[in-house]
């Protein structure tokens, strides 16, 4: 008999909370993955308590470190709740107001944990992606804010999403790093305009965004005028114990389905790639906790999430196509669509969040010591 491991006392209290939010969710919503039902299940995790328990307890989190936080979030997935659609906020953009916003910036903290405004990142241009620090969306300073004109793309819930933190150009003369900054925009300001991006697996969680003479008030502006590049690290590297909970999600799946019965009548074949995937899920959950004993260590952590990041997404990708596979034809006939929706999906996993080219790059210049490409 296998016995599970003790409960910590934040994901004892957090399951129970689960329990109540997703019974009453279940009546009211069923399995829809509709924003509003989406949105909904946010705002009563937040009346909970529960919207960011990472945050610190003054600014209205349970002040959770790291692995008490990766608990939790198997805590999540344990209650098979919705997708947290407040994450770009609670996780990469709150953070950074906290950093580097103003008091009355900070404001928004609050409305993020209750579900009343909900952020997205209009970072990615349709020429600058990997190369963001070239992006040309262009904020031109006037005396009492800035004339914004240009375009962002792939921005995540951006047909949903109350505000977002973009990054713009504001000085176009100095060097590519030098002249960005990040601005706090809400999304129904005039000469804001956002398309859908309708994706392969049929959905449409991206936003195309289009500032036409758009006018932002200096008091939008997160930190000092044009030391946006700086904000934007300090963004990107809150996303480093995503990046950890995201693996361990991974390797747990991988693991039921390396015992499922489906597996055990499979070729050989197929029961030696669930092997192989089953051996690299260990190798994950092993630099997963090697991540989190070096957690203090800005350039250790940095460094495994890179690999985590890296191992993570071609894992991803060979994983869903061994549940297509052990599908069979009902993953293309509606019968396992998480099969074939997963499949799908799965392409943007050696994308989102840094493409493998640029995650090697990165291992190869600051880990390994090669030598740099030129720029
Ligand atoms: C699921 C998902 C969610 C996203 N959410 C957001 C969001 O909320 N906000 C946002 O702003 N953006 C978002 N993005 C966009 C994402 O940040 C970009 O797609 C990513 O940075 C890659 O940029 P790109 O698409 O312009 O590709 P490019 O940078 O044009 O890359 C094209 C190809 O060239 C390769 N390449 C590029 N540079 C190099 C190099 N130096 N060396 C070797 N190869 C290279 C890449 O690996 C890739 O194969 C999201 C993307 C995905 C898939």
């Known amino acids: ?23 009453q969710h279940r009546e009211r919503w ?19 308590g529960w919207g960011a328990p990472q945050w610190p307890v003054e600014i209205g989190g349970r002040g959770l470190g790291v692995v008490d936080t990766l608990a939790c979030d198997s805590e999540f997935a344990r209650a098979d709740a919705p997708n947290r659609v407040a994450v770009y906020g609670t996780n990469n953009v709150g953070p950074t107001i ?30 600058f992606g990997s190369d963001l620090a070239g992006l040309r969306c262009r904020a031109e300073p006037t005396d009492d804010g800035f004339i914004v004109n240009g375009q962002k793309v792939w921005t995540s819930i951006g047909m949903h999403a109350t505000h977002c933190m973009l990054l713009v150009r504001t000085d176009p003369d ?9 601005l706090l925009v809400p999304m129904d300001t005039p000469g804001l305009t956002r398309r859908p991006i309708k994706q392969i697996n049929g959905e449409s969680e991206f936003a195309e965004l289009f500032f036409e003479d758009m006018f932002v008030p200096r008091s939008a502006l997160l930190g000092p005028l044009n030391e946006g590049w700086r904000i934007t690290m300090a963004t990107l590297g809150f ?44 190798i994950l959950e092993w630099m997963g906790q090697k991540a989190l004993a070096n957690i203090n260590d800005v350039a250790a952590t940095g460094a495994v999430a890179s690999l985590i990041k890296q191992t993570w997404s071609t894992l991803s990708k060979r994983f869903a196509e061994a549940r297509c596979d052990l599908a069979g034809i009902d993953a293309v006939a509606g019968l396992a669509p998480e099969a074939g929706q997963g499949l799908l999906t799965s392409r943007a996993s050696t994308i989102a969040g840094g493409t493998t080219e640029v995650m090697k790059n990165i291992l190869g210049e600051r880990n390994l010591g090669l030598p740099r490409e030129p720029r």
């Open 98 to 127: 906290a950093s580097f916003g103003t008091d009355e910036q900070k404001v928004h903290l609050s409305a993020m944990l209750s579900g009343d405004e909900f952020w997205c990142q209009g970072f990615s241009e349709p020429d």
């Open 174 to 182: 100095a060097a590519k790093h030098a002249g960005i900054s990040a």
């Open 30 to 48: 069923g399995d829809s993955n509709e924003w509003a039902a989406l949105a909904d299940f946010q705002r009563e995790l937040g009346k909970a």
């Open 1 to 23: 008999m296998t016995t599970e491991p003790s409960l910590s006392p934040h994901a004892a209290e957090l399951r129970a909370v689960l329990a109540a939010i997703m019974e």
């Open 239 to 282: 996303e480093r114990a995503g990046v950890i909970s995201i693996a361990g999600k991974l390797a747990s799946d991988i693991k039921e389905m390396t015992f499922s019965p489906e597996v055990a009548s499979a070729s050989a074949t197929m029961r030696q790639e669930v092997v192989a995937l089953y051996s690299n899920a260990r």
